[in-house]
């Protein structure tokens, strides 16, 4: 049996940008997740490591925003690679993270985002 585990609009306040100013003052981001794994047979006993466990995944993530970056992109790499470390299950996972506000002069918007998938 395939799950999809999704963890939705994860806030997080971090120093990603291209701008010198971006990774010092930093910009709120949000990041939603994805991820597909195949489910162990104990899964109806409710053994959880028949699964991912999302609250793991979260700090997985958590971890990897802390880093500054200058690109999303490069941050959302990051991300890919460190679930599939921590999660050998993992088959699939799809990430996107937008920076609220972007720092675009003349431009009103409420975010710019990336998202990336990944097959495993």
Same mark, same amino acid.
């Given at each position: ?24 003052v930093?910009h ?23 699964? !991912? ?8 993530? %958590? *971890? ?5 970056? /200058? $690109? ?24 996107? !993270?937008?920076?609220m ?5 003349? %431009? *009103? ?5 990336? /998202? $990336?998938?990944?097959?495993?």
């Amino acid at each position: 049996m395939t799950a999809k585990i999704e963890l939705k609009n994860m806030r997080f306040y971090a120093m990603h940008g291209a701008l010198p100013q971006e990774r010092t003052v930093g910009h709120n981001f949000i990041v939603n997740l994805c991820l597909r794994t195949e489910l162990g047979a104990d899964i109806r006993n409710g053994n959880l490591q028949s699964t !991912i466990n999302y609250a793991d995944v979260f700090r997985v993530v %958590a *971890d990897e925003m802390r880093i500054p970056s /200058t $690109l999303l992109e490069q941050v959302a790499i990051r991300i890919l690679d460190a679930l599939k470390k921590h999660f050998t299950g993992l088959t699939e996972a799809e990430i996107s !993270i937008a920076k609220m506000n972007p720092p675009i002069e003349g %431009a *009103d918007m409420e975010s710019a985002a990336i /998202t $990336l998938s990944q097959t495993y």
